[in-house]
């Protein structure tokens, strides 16, 4: 059982922290997301550092942590809103502060239009469903694994089974569910566990370790992204190609070149961007590491190669 709460002042986290305690919680989420802060209260100084604030203020969310670590032994999970720029870091410091653990994102005020009428579409507080927000927490669930590797609780956007399974996945060792519970009921968390049960025995997975993190060693951070990943070009195998002269319409490079029946891939001019693979109907097309990233420059000033004689010199 893991209570969840927000404190107005510290003392009011402090209290109610301890309340949670004597009532046995497993472990408190601490409420550093709320984006609705109920007006009046940010015109007082003392109260208007609740919810968002924490997420925006990660010094400040710091020292609530390390004062509830002095009032209680309970694990805590700071729940962030997703209103910063680099979690990592963020959750870096509440790590340092004595979080245990962090759980990631809460709602926050997102917009869509409705193009009939041009007014705004849930564009409040608790916003509705939130299952076209799931990739980026997702993204960020896998960057803090990677990077600092303490408890997750994923959530924005679980639905299904499959949601659960991907949270996983991308590195979190639990996963929260809100706006479909409230839709479907309660009984929708037993329709969920099914899924994962039934997808585990199809699988063959014996334990949630081995699905827990199983995608992260094929994602890269954005610092490795930049670091260590190889650029890529494509090739095309002629014995697949049938010649439909579908990737030629795709490149924006020019890097296919059409032969009788066929296409080839003009190394020197590709900028590795995979749109060709994907549309290629017969799997025709392999994306392959290019040796040097010198290359990949190459390409994608090809056109313009007589402004950037430097990039083309030996
Ligand atoms: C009606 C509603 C009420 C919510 N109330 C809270 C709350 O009191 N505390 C909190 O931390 N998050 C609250 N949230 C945010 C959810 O806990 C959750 O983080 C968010 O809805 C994303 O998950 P979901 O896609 O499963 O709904 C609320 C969300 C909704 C839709
Ligand atoms: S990867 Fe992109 S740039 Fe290269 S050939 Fe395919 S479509 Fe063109
Ligand atoms: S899309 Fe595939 S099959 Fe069609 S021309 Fe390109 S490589 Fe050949």
Redesign the pocket.
């Known amino acids: 059982m893991i209570g969840s709460f927000a404190g107005r002042g510290i003392a009011e986290w402090q209290k109610v922290a301890e309340m949670y305690a004597a009532a046995g919680v497993d472990a408190m989420e601490l409420n550093f997301c709320c984006p609705f802060i109920p007006e009046g209260l940010e015109k007082d100084e003392a109260n208007a550092f609740i919810g968002i604030y924490f997420t925006q203020h990660p010094d400040k969310g710091a020292e609530v942590i390390r004062k509830l670590k002095e009032t209680v032994n309970i694990p805590l999970f700071p729940k962030l809103g997703p209103d910063g720029t680099h979690f990592v870091e963020m959750v870096r410091v509440f790590k340092e502060a004595g979080a245990d653990g962090v759980s990631l994102f809460a709602n926050d005020r997102h917009l869509r239009i409705d193009i009939e009428t041009g007014k705004p579409v849930n564009y409040g507080p608790c916003a509705g469903t939130s299952s076209h927000l799931k990739g980026a927490t997702m993204k960020w669930v896998s960057e803090i694994a990677q990077g600092l590797g303490l408890p997750i609780l994923g959530g924005r956007g679980v639905n299904h089974y499959e949601d659960v399974i991907e949270y996983l996945m991308a590195g979190a060792s639990g996963v929260e569910m809100c706006a479909a519970a409230i839709v479907h009921g309660l009984k929708h968390v037993k329709v969920l566990l099914k899924g994962v049960e039934t997808f585990m025995e199809r699988k063959g997975y014996k334990s949630i370790d081995e699905i827990q993190g199983r995608a992260l060693k094929q994602i890269y951070s954005s610092r490795q992204m930049m670091e260590d990943v190889k650029s ?3 090739e095309v195998d002629l014995k697949k190609c049938i010649g439909c002269r579908r ?1 030629p319409e ?4 020019e ?2 070149e059409i032969l009788p029946k066929k296409v080839r ?1 003009i190394k020197e ?9 994907q549309v290629c109907p017969v799997a025709a ?1 392999e ?1 392959k590491e290019r040796e040097n990233d010198l290359d990949h420059f190459r390409a994608l000033a090809w056109e313009h190669k007589e402004l950037m004689p430097e990039l083309f010199k030996k």
Do not use: D, F, W
Not at 269 to 277: E, F, I, P
């Open positions: 890529l070009y494509a990737c795709v490149c924006a490079y890097a296919i891939a001019k590709c900028s590795g961007c995979s749109l060709c693979s097309i994306m």
